[in-house]
T-cell receptor, first 113, second 113 residues
């Protein structure tokens, strides 16, 4: 079991460029999440999914889009990257939505110049 | 706005010593309160979870307590080990249909030999 994996691990973008972060889980979890973690701040939920084909907005969704075409994958897209999106992005998955443990990936460090 | 405040911001202790980390929250009532451990460069890993009605929960050398009256939780680490060096994050999830948790900024713990 690989658990939750994220691709890529590091990325540097120029302002205005686009990219997609891939999250994959092999635990057959129904729920998946994208968070960002900034220095001096707690993790913040960007978007989440309650099942294949569904997505919902979290606390800080602006500037991001997501898709869940397959149950095991959750993609986070930046259409036009901005320096404010420089952050470490974490994907997580869980069986349930409120009490069940979320399993986190190793993170993607993104720098937007 | 829901808030989760953790103290101290950082803590240095000697191996074998005990320590206690604090979490004050404004979310009340809540669905659950969870403590995570996050090693440098990795995603958070769940240590304990408590519901609104629970007072204490243990996981090996980690014991979390909850005082709903004062809206405080603490994480006590017994007989610290070098591997306990990490950031410890308190997370509160609101009740009902809101899936957006509030993360604290974390306490950075360094255990010295």
């Amino acid at each position: 079991n690989a658990g939750v994996t994220q691709t890529p691990k590091f990325r540097v973008l120029k302002t205005g460029q686009s990219m997609t972060l891939l999250c994959a889980q092999d635990m057959n979890h129904e729920y998946m999440y994208w968070y960002r973690q900034d220095p001096g701040m707690g993790l913040r939920l960007i978007h989440y999914s309650v099942g294949e084909g569904t997505t919902a907005k979290g606390e800080v969704p602006d500037g991001y889009n997501v898709s869940r075409l397959k149950k095991q994958n959750f993609l986070l897209g930046l259409e036009s990257a901005a320096p404010s999106q420089t952050s470490v992005y974490f994907c997580a998955s869980s069986w349930g939505l409120t009490t069940d443990t979320q399993y986190f990936g190793p993170g993607t460090r993104l720098t937007v110049l | 706005k829901n808030q989760v405040e953790q103290s101290p911001q950082s803590l240095i202790i000697l191996e074998g010593k005990n320590c206690t980390l604090q979490c004050n929250y404004t979310v009340s009532p809540f669905s659950n309160l969870r403590w995570y451990k996050q090693d440098t460069g990795r995603g958070p890993v769940s240590l304990t979870i408590m519901t609104f009605s629970e007072n204490t929960k243990s996981n090996g050398r980690y014991t979390a307590t909850l005082d709903a009256d004062t809206k405080q939780s603490s994480l006590h680490i017994t007989a610290s080990q070098l591997s306990d060096s990490a950031s410890y994050i308190c997370v509160v999830r609101p009740p009902g249909g809101s899936y957006i948790p509030t993360f604290g900024r974390g306490t950075s713990l360094i255990v010295h030999p």
